[in-house]
């Protein structure tokens, strides 16, 4: 059995049985516009078809395991079950300009093991298939269209490093922004990463017109250090020099997230060397206030004040920089920014951890 979202097995399989390639069209149409999820009951196909797919292709690798949805009905966090009994998470953001937003995972937990987030405790149980990707979005495009509306963007801030899953995380993307498929603007994709820089030049060359975001926290080596491994094997020179190509090659601007973390991130000097850092670049920074939870009790991490931030917002102004304070959704159910943990009614549905990169020198 494998998935009906793998294009080429399907048209193999199609051909193998004597059936004509246009076959495929019909049977993209039906997936990707009609929502159609029972093989058999694609009526633009002949019977013999129909039970040719039943017998040998799945509609989605993933069980729900569980579902939660906030009180302001905002967020709605997914629970899922894969096919080898790892679990992954996915959040849809509803926002109030009427954009709705899903964020999605690329790996089962996280091997960057970054102080400040939940999933990076779990490291890295395993990569994901790029069908899995895909079953996470199509099991929120058919959540919405049950409200009656259409998922508009896709962020890869979920469980993950996608850059370290690059080419399921690639042919993921093809299949959202295919016009005969989920048909997607690629300006309306962001790919995040902590800093892998030969990948980052990959993705320029690869997806132009899809965004990226750095997942940056500091302004230089040592601070980046103590909360960031993978600082150790691609320090701030290399990422930024991967970057400068990144925008030489697209010429678009990048997104920096800055989580603020009180005496951790926040210090003001750091606002200051984050200014001298982006200037004269294509850059908008995300401040993103610490949700309680992320990381571990024993960090001790407590959230920055707005009036700091607010000091790091009027720093950048000056030079030239703009920026935004991320507005945190679903906190309240453990689905916000860096929250991502298997979590359930506040307990760990964790059974497994996986391996992590070598965490910096004390």
């Known amino acids: 059995m494998f998935s ?3 294009e080429s097995q399907i048209i193999t399989l199609l051909e193998s049985h004597g059936h004509k390639k246009f076959r495929y069209a019909q049977v993209e149409n039906a997936l990707y516009k009609n929502l159609i999820t029972d093989f058999s009951l694609i009526e633009t196909l002949p019977k013999d078809i129909r039970e040719l797919l039943v017998a040998n292709c799945f509609y989605t690798s993933l069980t729900l395991h569980s579902e939660k949805t906030d009180p302001e009905w905002q967020t709605t966090k997914f629970l899922f079950k894969t096919h080898d009994d790892r679990m992954i998470e996915a959040v849809i953001m509803r926002h109030l300009s009427g954009r709705n937003t899903l964020c999605v995972s690329s790996q089962a937990g996280c091997p960057m093991a970054c102080s400040f987030c939940a999933t990076g405790k779990l490291w890295l149980i395993r990569n994901l298939e790029f069908y899995e990707i895909i079953d996470q979005i199509m099991w929120a495009v ?3 269209a049950r409200e009656d509306r259409k998922l508009r ?3 890869y801030m979920g469980m993950g490093e996608p850059m370290l899953n690059y080419e399921h995380v690639k042919k993921s993307i093809h299949i959202a922004c295919n016009k005969k498929k989920l048909d997607l603007s ?3 994709i962001t790919v995040s990463t902590c800093g892998i820089a030969p990948r980052i030049v990959d993705f320029a060359r690869d997806f132009p017109q899809v965004s990226l975001a750095i997942s940056l926290h500091a302004p230089n080596d040592e601070a980046r ?4 491994p993978v ?3 691609y320090p701030l020179d290399v990422l930024m020099s991967a970057i400068d190509e990144y925008v030489a090659i697209t010429n678009k601007r990048v997104f920096y997230e800055y989580i603020m973390i009180n005496w951790v991130t926040d210090r003001l000097e750091y606002a200051r060397e984050l200014g001298e850092l982006l200037k ?3 850059a908008h920074v995300n401040f993103i206030p610490y949700n309680p939870g992320e990381g571990t009790d024993s960090d001790g991490f407590l959230p920055t004040s707005k009036m700091i931030i607010k000091k790091f917002q009027d720093t950048l102004d000056s ?3 703009p920026s935004t304070v991320r507005h945190t959704m679903g906190d309240d159910i453990d689905a916000a920014c860096g929250q991502l943990a298997l979590k359930e009614e506040g307990k760990s549905l964790a059974t497994e951890t996986g391996k992590t990169i070598k965490k910096p020198q004390e």
């Open 4 to 6: 009906i979202h793998d």
């Open 142 to 144: 058919h959540h919405l």
């Open 153 to 155: 963007n896709i962020v």
């Open 186 to 188: 690629n300006r309306r």
């Open 225 to 228: 250090k103590r909360i960031m």
């Open 231 to 233: 600082e150790n094997t």
């Open 280 to 282: 004269n670049r294509l």
């Open 319 to 321: 030079y030239g920089i």
